[in-house]
């Protein structure tokens, strides 16, 4: 069972402190899982944000006071070299004359996702976002109509570099499309295999392959599933099925008749929508974004939330992941 929460809180204060609250035990545990001597110290942290995403630093100081001012907690808001950790993921983006759409599914452990939608503006720009290491992003959305989602890349790599959640979080603050999003993306270094797809409201959209060990593969694909340019872990390949889903993400895409109705569809059944609970790798939620319009969906079978940018209700939604991925509210 989980609780996916609505939170909205323009800048940093009472709610956001109440979500680190209840979420620092189980980080703490992961952050400390391979031994508190392979997480960088805190002026490693602290040097390697300010000299790679140095917009964010005011913010990151504020987070860090909120969350008690202490070593480990400020280390791990970073994001910087944390514990690895494997997704898996579908997602894709369709194009139509008068609209631009992001869907995604996000498949891992329910037990594992902190269930978070914030709302915030705490720079440049409103941001909806679904929330991983308290304030790092799954996918989300900017109010100037950009939108982004990760996807775990499918190679064993692990190196000098940040967790992707903040490198998106960077991307929505102070990016307005995807020309500046793939910027960042060449230019920031990341601790593991992503594949991040961004796009804007103008039609704009491209596919960046990220890794520690090799320079960022951009390039103006509309399909991402959890493998590069080639299949290299092979066991987590046919696990997750990755090239039968993103074989059904290009036939959708690359099909004209392809409606909304369709494409938003399909990530509510299979391959799209997966089952395998028991190995961390079902499907725990839909996220469909519309640049053009501000408007952010979530799904779960029976369930939905429509959220924009003007219209942020806080609310709670149960969801309960049963054997045969069932879901009730």
Known sequence: ??????????VPGRRWKSLFDYHWPAYEQWYLSEGERERPGYLACYNALRRHMPELMDTYRTLCELAGGGDLSSRLLSLYRPPAYITGCSQAVLTRSSTTLL????????ELC????????????????????????????????????????????????????????????????????????????????????VADSAGRYVTAMIAPDQRASIRR????????????????ALAS????????????????????????????????????????????????YRPVDGRAEFHWPGLGLDLTFDDFPEERITVRYGARGLYTG
């Open 1 to 10: 069972m989980l609780d996916f929460h609505t939170v909205r809180e323009k």
């Open 103 to 110: 869907a995604r599914n996000y498949d891992y452990p329910p």
């Open 114 to 197: 902190e269930g978070t939608i914030l709302y915030s503006h705490w720079n440049e720009r409103r941001v909806m976002a679904m929330s991983d290491c308290l304030w790092g992003v799954l996918d989300g959305m900017n109010d100037a109509g950009l939108a982004v989602s990760l996807a775990f890349g499918g190679r064993k790599a692990v190196g000098d570099g940040f967790g992707a959640p903040i490198i998106l979080r960077y991307i929505l603050e102070f990016c307005d499309n995807v020309p500046q999003a793939a910027e960042v993306l060449a230019r920031v270094p990341t601790h593991m295999a992503y594949n991040i797809t």
């Open 221 to 236: 694909v509309p399909v991402a599933t959890n493998h590069q340019k080639r299949i290299e872990w092979y066991a987590h």
């Open 241 to 288: 099925e990755t090239l039968i889903r993103e074989r059904q993400l290009s036939i959708l895409v690359d099909d004209e008749t392809t409606s909304e109705a369709r494409f938003v569809s399909a990530f509510a059944a299979p391959p799209l929508f997966r089952h395998d609970y028991a190995r961390g790798l079902g499907t725990i939620y839909t996220a469909i």
